[in-house]
């Protein structure tokens, strides 16, 4: 069955959110970029959203943002990939438990556990449908996509899917001590709407996703070959090679253009969700012909593969 993005949004370190062509508009970021930020009262009830910490803001206003693209439906299922969860919660739960004596409040852990963000977002549609969170590292977001794709096959309903992961100062901490000097820590939130059914707004087409757990780097290329040939897919009809590294360009971009997404979005463990949003803003906005292939080595020991294919006229 065909799966078709019909909706696309993204609030991310660069003028992302509620701006389609953004691809085409995009540089490298330099680790002094901002986030993006909406207004949030525009998406969230005042009252809530004093409560919520930015991670809930974004994954909340994104998410009905992708739907109201859509034409305001409400989804069969909200299914989420995140690597780290809800870190700025977490934070806080740690500190009340180290520094308060007697019972601590609940309320900080309560919001730091992994699954918050796709139930704030459930609580907020008030969506009673399959709801489910995915946290595999840095494939979450791949994770939550082949869920996703089983579940429209499974009853032919639209899904609303996405990641989430957010960057707190302890992050460049731990990055110092471990001597990272690589693309800047970054937040990040993504979500689209996927259905079985194209539009005369759909953005592209999702034909396969893949994951390689525990890959070895020298393999890549052998699962990447692998992956093209059981989707009927050849290098001359790949306009666009999105990778997390640009070690994979060394085999790659001489055979497609590539694009080293990180330097975009910034370091999380979710950014693919950012590249699946940009593949799908390239291909609609240039009415490009070829398709986009999304290699996510961000963890060296797991590849995630998506392929994007331009709607067909």
């Not at 959203?49 to 009905?64: D, E, N, P």
């Not at 731990?174 to 979500?191: D, I, M, R």
Request: glycine share 8%; charged share 15%; net charge negative.
């Amino acid at each position: 069955m065909p799966v078709y993005i019909n909706a696309a949004s993204t609030i991310s370190h660069q003028p992302t959110f509620g701006v389609p062509g953004f691809s085409s508009r995009l540089a490298a970021l330099t680790g002094e970029n901002e986030l993006v930020q909406p207004s949030y009262k525009a998406f969230i009830d005042p009252v809530l959203l004093r409560r919520m910490s930015a991670i809930l803001r974004m994954g909340v206003a994104c998410s009905k943002d992708a739907l109201t693209q859509a034409g305001g439906l409400e989804p069969g299922a909200i299914i989420v990939g995140t690597g780290l969860g809800c870190l700025q919660d977490t934070e806080k739960f740690l500190n009340n438990f180290l520094s308060l004596e007697g019972l601590i409040p609940p309320t900080a852990f309560i919001l730091s556990t992994h699954n918050t963000i796709a139930g704030q977002i459930s609580l907020s549609l008030g969506c009673h449908a399959y709801n489910i969170t995915h946290t595999q590292n840095s494939v979450s977001f791949e994770m939550a996509l082949i869920d996703a794709l089983m579940k429209i096959a499974e009853d032919g309903q639209e899904v609303l899917v996405g990641a989430a992961d957010e960057h707190i100062p302890f992050l460049d901490q731990v990055a110092s001590e471990w001597g990272y000097s690589g693309v800047p820590l970054a937040s990040g939130v993504s979500f689209c709407v996927l259905s079985p059914t194209a539009n005369a707004n759909s953005l592209a087409e999702v034909p396969a996703v893949s994951v390689e757990v525990g890959a070895k780097k020298d393999d890549y290329p052998k699962f990447l070959e692998q992956f093209l040939e059981r989707n009927q897919v050849q290098w001359k009809d790949i306009a666009l090679v999105l990778g997390s590294h640009d070690r994979i360009s060394e085999w790659a971009g001489e055979k497609a253009d590539f694009v080293n997404y990180l330097s975009l979005s910034g370091l999380y463990p979710t950014a693919s969700a950012f590249a699946f949003h940009y593949g799908a803003d390239f291909l609609h906005s240039a009415r490009e012909k070829g398709s986009v292939l999304i290699v996510n080595t961000v963890n060296p020991g797991n590849l995630g593969l998506v392929l994007l294919k331009p709607i067909e006229a």
